[in-house]
């Protein structure tokens, strides 16, 4: 199997750091402060900025074409700040923003979805496409949730369950193929 030659940018000499078999296209920006567990990818046009807190994205997670993710810095009043936190088999569909917030295991964030600062995605959820979950919004582990601002909408059922686990086995699949495909080139 190919490994993944993508370095990314330092910010303060601090690179981001990826775990085996990961694949980031070459298009991709990830600065600084970022970790990625094994086997996630990162697709084109991505953008992911650790830079004034931490982004730390867990296994098998693929975060699709032109995603923003990004933080927000410590301050006085808040000493944490929002970093961003993405848990394991985790998709997030295409042109999606993640901002200081926590995604759980197995979610699907539909595409274009804008999820804000201290908002927290629990396990097995699914997340509309366009939609927006505001800031300090909790979601609960089984639900679907859609709209701007998101409401929920009904529990999910057992397909739609197996599907989250699915979509980051295709990823992982289909990452695979783009490394072997590259080792070639
Ligand atoms: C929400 C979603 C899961 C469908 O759920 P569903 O319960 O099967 O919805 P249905 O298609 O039966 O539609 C039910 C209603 O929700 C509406 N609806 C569907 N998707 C919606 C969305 N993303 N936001 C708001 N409303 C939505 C439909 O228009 C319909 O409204 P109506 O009852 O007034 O006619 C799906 O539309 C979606 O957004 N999936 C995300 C896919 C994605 O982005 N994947 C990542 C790409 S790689």
């Known amino acids: 199997m190919a490994v993944n030659t993508y370095v990314g940018r330092p910010y303060k000499g601090i690179y981001p750091s990826f775990g085996a078999q990961c694949y980031v296209d070459p298009s991709a920006v990830i600065v600084g402060d970022v970790t990625l567990g094994d086997d996630s990818s990162i697709w084109p046009l991505v953008a992911a900025r650790g830079d004034v807190n931490h982004i730390r994205v867990g296994a098998r997670t693929n975060i699709q074409d032109g995603s923003v993710l990004h933080v927000t810095r410590t301050g006085p009043d ?100 783009y490394l072997r495909e590259n080792a070639q080139g």
């Open 78 to 177: 808040d000493p944490h700040g929002y970093p961003l936190l993405i848990g394991d088999d985790v998709t997030v569909g295409h042109h999606c923003m993640l901002h200081g917030c926590v995604i759980g295991n197995r979610i699907l964030v539909g595409m274009s979805a804008v999820v804000m600062d201290g908002a927290v995605v629990e396990d097995d959820v699914i997340i509309g496409a366009g939609s927006l979950v505001p800031p300090g919004k909790r979601l609960e582990s089984g639900y679907l949730y859609v709209g701007s601002p998101v409401k929920k909408a009904r529990p999910l059922n057992e397909q739609e369950r197996a599907f989250l686990q699915k979509s980051a086995e295709n990823y992982v699949y289909l990452k695979n193929e």
